[in-house]
């Protein structure tokens, strides 16, 4: 069985800011990882995604996470945050063994300040 | 290619109503999967269908939601009778392998 912890429930920051949203999971077996973002009145979106190889793993607007085995962690950076990044942002986990069931963390609402 | 499409995308009903929800899922996916998040909590995975068979309905709440997949396309959810605490977000996600493409959700509210 596998469960996700994000730590943080909301983070507000000023545009053009960095943010880093912590994701840390538990597990028995070998995971993949998922980053989905929900954007205002909409549904849920693949950001990026760990399956294998690199661990450090990117979107095309501009995030990166890095999977991180020794802490269980699957953090998800930005550099520098636009207002259009305000969503909410979910971490999730599965088994790497074939098709298996997303375990979800609570989600982090991300709110961006000009 | 089009998405994962659910419908409704609204619904309200009063407790011991019937409701059915619907997901079509992407083209060519085997893998389709239902999750739910009520107000305030996390995301929490309902059932995962390969093709026309159910591969794991362990997060199934009870017995008032029947789920199916007749012909390994489509998915229907029925919850029967509603309860209050059945209100949410009901999410649709469709796979060939490991990675899940959601739908927009139906969001159900029960009075």
């Known amino acids: 069985a596998q469960s996700v912890t994000q730590l943080d429930s909301q983070v507000p920051v000023f545009e053009e800011a960095p943010v880093e949203l912590r994701c840390n999971y538990s597990?028995?077996?070998?995971?993949?990882l998922f980053w989905y973002v929900q954007y205002p009145n909409q549904g849920l979106q693949l950001l990026l995604k760990y399956l294998s190889g690199s661990t450090l793993v990117e979107s095309i607007n501009g995030f990166e996470a890095e999977f991180n085995k020794s802490q269980t962690s699957f953090h998800l950076r930005k550099p520098s945050v636009h207002i259009s990044d305000t969503a909410e942002y979910f971490c999730?986990?599965?088994?790497?063994?074939?098709?298996?069931?997303?375990?979800f963390g609570q989600g982090t609402r991300l709110t961006i300040n000009p | 290619e089009a998405g994962v499409t659910q419908f409704p995308s609204h619904s309200v009903i009063e407790k011991g109503q019937t409701v059915t929800l619907r997901c079509d899922p992407i083209s060519g996916h085997d893998n389709l999967y239902w999750y739910r998040r009520v107000m305030g909590k996390e995301i929490k995975f309902l059932l995962h269908?390969?093709?026309?068979?159910?591969?794991?309905e362990s997060g199934m709440p009870n017995n008032r939601f029947l789920a199916e997949r007749t012909g390994g396309t489509y998915s229907t959810l029925k919850v029967q009778p509603a309860e209050l605490e059945d209100s949410g977000v009901y999410f649709c996600?469709?796979?060939?392998?490991?990675?899940?493409?959601f739908g927009p959700g139906t969001r159900l509210l029960v009075l």
């Open positions: 597990s028995s077996v070998s995971v993949y």
């Open positions: 999730a986990v599965s088994g790497s063994q074939g098709a298996q069931k997303l375990v």
């Open positions: 996600a469709s796979s060939q392998a490991a990675t899940q493409y």
């Open positions: 269908f390969v093709k026309e068979s159910k591969q794991d």
